[in-house]
């Protein structure tokens, strides 16, 4: 924390790399504010599928600096901001020397999406043009950050598709904080578990074949699942509680 300030440029407070929580990108991960970790990996997810592959070393988010050539604390430095694609998109180039009118035409859907909550730097003028930059809205207050998540979570559920030849059961059971599953259950609410955790956590899910079976492959995802989520002892064998809880906070609802 820089000279005693407390708060960065958007008005969040400034916070430490230990008070993030680690967003699972395509590639890699970077540290968020936990109010803000949602939208970022929603909003990297949809740039790498819509705008273009995101590329390592080139994505970052919180980071305890000022804004480049000045002296207020940065939004990087409330973990309320993030970066991708760094390289190909420099600050101060003018968006049209590095992004095609299709790529524009995705990132105009991607603002529209967070309308009100987050911003693109690409519509900044002059030497203040930051292509690879997104963040928080200058005053944006949690209410809205948490409303908009709440949102875009629930506007597109997931439907089990109809169960094929070989589930015989017994499935997962419960919804949302009482979603509970284990070791041999099988069924559209398992197929749905491992469908949300190969597409929100791609690092170590992405060869997670979601066949509606709780078998040793799901267990070892779910055991690094809560292993990223400091649950102690957790073996990946059962969904409890806690990692119910867990998953609960990215948007699964079982």
Not at 106 to 127: C, D, N, Q, S
Request: proline share 8%; with cysteine; hydrophobic share 35%.
């Amino acid at each position: 924390m820089a000279g005693g300030v407390t708060a960065s440029q958007n008005g969040w407070r400034v916070i430490g790399r230990d008070q993030c929580t680690d967003v699972e990108i395509p590639g890699g991960e970077f540290p968020i504010h936990p109010e803000f970790a949602w939208l970022a990996q929603d909003c990297a997810l949809l740039w790498h599928e819509t705008v273009e592959p995101l590329q390592w070393p080139g994505c970052w988010g919180w980071a305890d600096r000022a804004i480049r050539g000045g002296t207020q604390l940065s939004n990087h430095a409330s973990g309320t901001a993030w970066d991708l694609c760094a390289p190909r998109h420099p600050q101060g180039v003018p968006i049209a020397k590095t992004f095609t009118a299709g790529q524009l035409q995705a990132i105009e859907r991607l603002e529209a999406r967070y309308f009100g909550v987050l911003r693109w730097g690409g519509r900044w003028t002059g030497k203040s043009v930051d292509g690879m930059h997104w963040e928080g809205q200058p005053g944006v207050t949690l209410e809205a950050v948490r409303e908009l998540t709440a949102q875009l979570q629930s506007a597109a559920p997931h439907q089990p598709p109809p169960a094929p030849t070989g589930w015989s059961g017994p499935d997962a059971h419960g919804d949302g904080l009482g979603f509970r599953a284990d070791l041999g259950d099988n069924g559209p609410r398992i197929q749905s578990l491992q469908a949300f955790l190969r597409g929100r956590y791609p690092l170590y899910a992405k060869g997670l074949t979601a066949d509606g079976v709780y078998g040793p492959r799901t267990a070892d995802v779910v055991a690094e699942f809560a292993r990223r989520s400091a649950i102690r002892g957790a073996d990946g064998r059962n969904v409890g509680p806690q990692i119910a809880r867990s998953l609960y906070v990215p948007g699964f609802r079982g």
